[in-house]
C-alpha cells in the first residue's frame, strides 16, 4: 500500500522573547513529517538548528530526498544509511515511530520494549539577561522544584548567585551554550558549586573543551553541544560526566535509544533536553527521559500557545503523549 508524504512548515509565537548567550528567537519554526496511507497517520515534528548550518528550506530538502523511499516503505532501522544525523532524519524517525504505532494499534512504548510510561519532572528555562531581570524570573519560578538558567556572558558569577538566591529550594542546571572561556570556566564553576548547582551544561565550545579533563568538577559537567550520537560518546571520558540527549541532534528516537544505552555503559548521566518546539516534538523525547537524571521538556511553556491536543503540564509536570498526539 503506498505511503503519502507531506511537510509542513509551522511557526509559533514564543511568549516574549528567549535569549541564549548565542542570540535571542521571538517564535519557533518548525517542519512537521507527515506520513499516511488511507487510514493512518503518523507525523514527527523537528526543529532546524543553525548552530549545525540548518534551515527551514535544508531540511526541508533532506526529507524530499528520501521521498520515493519513503512512499515505498523505508524502516526506521534503514535511515541511517540513507540521512545523517540531526533535524531532518528526526522528523522522518519520529513519524516512522508514529505511523507504525497508529497502523499496527500498539503504542510507541511497547513497540521500543519500555514499561508503563510515567509521569515526569521537567525543568523550566529561564532566558539569559541581565542580572536582576534574571533574579525576578527564578523568583517567579521559585515553587519549581528544577529550573534551567541560560548563562554565557560576562559577569556570570553574579547571574549565578543572584539566581540560586532568589529560587532557594530549586535544583539549578546552567546552561552556557558553549559561551564559556578557558580564562572564565574556573571561576564559574566554583560560583556554581558555592550556590548549590547541581549540573553545568557544555560550559565550553564543542572541540575546544580540553581543559575539561584538567580541571575539578565539584559540580557534574554535561555535554550538549559536544554529544550528537552514540558514536560521539567515547570522546567525552574523561571530559564531560553526562550527557545531553535531544533527538533533533542525534536524528530521532531510535538513535536516542541508543545512544542511551551506551552512555549508560559507560558511566555517563542522562539529560534529556529539546530545542523549542510543540508538544508534538517532546512526546518521542518523553520515552527517552523515563530513565533520566535531568529532564528539560519545556520547549511547549515557553510557546505562547501549544498545538492541540498537547502534552499535558501540571506546573512542572508532564503526562505521558495520548495516542491523537503520538506514538
Not at 508524504?5 to 511557526?11: A, S
Not at 525543568?123 to 554565557?152: C, H, N, W, Y
Not at 575539578?216 to 571520558?237: F, K, M, R
Amino acid at each position: 500500500m503506498a505511503i503519502h508524504l507531506e511537510l509542513t512548515v509551522e511557526r509559533w509565537p514564543i511568549a516574549g522573547t528567549f535569549t541564549i548567550s548565542r542570540g535571542s528567537k521571538t517564535e519557533a519554526a518548525v517542519v512537521v513529517c507527515t506520513l499516511s496511507d488511507n487510514g493512518h497517520v503518523g507525523r514527527g515534528e523537528c526543529v532546524p538548528y543553525t548552530r549545525y548550518g540548518e534551515s527551514l528550506d535544508s531540511v526541508c530538502a533532506e526529507i524530499e530526498s528520501l521521498r520515493d523511499d519513503l512512499i515505498n516503505g523505508v524502516s526506521r532501522e534503514d535511515l541511517p544509511r540513507l540521512i545523517g544525523t540531526g533535524a531532518a532524519r528526526n522528523a522522518i524517525d519520529c513519524a516512522l515511530w508514529d505511523f507504525e504505532a497508529k497502523r499496527t494499534g500498539t503504542s510507541a512504548r511497547q513497540i521500543a520494549g519500555l514499561p508503563s510510561l510515567r509521569d515526569l519532572t521537567t525543568a523550566v528555562t529561564i532566558s539569559f539577561g541581565e542580572v536582576q531581570a534574571m533574579a525576578a524570573s527564578a523568583m517567579a519560578f521559585a515553587d519549581r522544584p528544577l529550573i534551567k538558567v541560560k548563562v554565557g556572558g560576562e559577569n556570570d558569577a553574579e547571574r549565578i548567585q543572584a539566581v540560586a538566591q532568589a529560587a532557594r529550594t530549586s535544583r539549578i542546571i546552567l546552561d552556557a551554550n558553549e559561551g564559556w572561556t578557558d580564562d572564565n570556566i574556573v571561576e564559574n564553576v566554583l560560583a556554581a558549586a558555592k550556590a548549590g548547582v547541581v549540573l553545568i551544561e557544555q560550559p565550553l565550545p564543542a572541540g575546544k573543551d580540553a581543559i575539561l579533563s584538567r580541571i575539578p568538577h565539584p559540580v557534574p559537567i554535561c555535554a550538549d553541544e559536544s554529544a550528537h550520537g552514540t558514536d560521539d560518546l567515547h570522546t567525552l571520558l574523561g571530559r564531560y560526566d553526562s550527557i545531553n540527549i535531544k533527538l533533533d541532534k542525534t536524528g530521532g528516537l531510535t538513535e536516542a535509544l541508543r545512544m542511551q544505552k551506551r552512555a549508560r555503559e559507560l558511566g555517563f548521566g542522562i539529560m534529556v533536553g529539546c530545542m523549542v518546539g510543540t508538544s508534538l516534538a517532546m512526546a518521542p523525547a518523553i520515552l527517552v527521559a523515563q530513565d533520566a537524571d535531568f529532564v528539560d521538556l519545556d520547549g511547549p511553556l515557553i510557546l505562547k500557545e501549544d498545538r492541540r491536543p498537547g502534552l499535558i503540564f501540571q506546573g512542572s509536570r508532564i503526562s505521558p503523549p495520548e495516542p491523537a498526539l503520538w506514538g
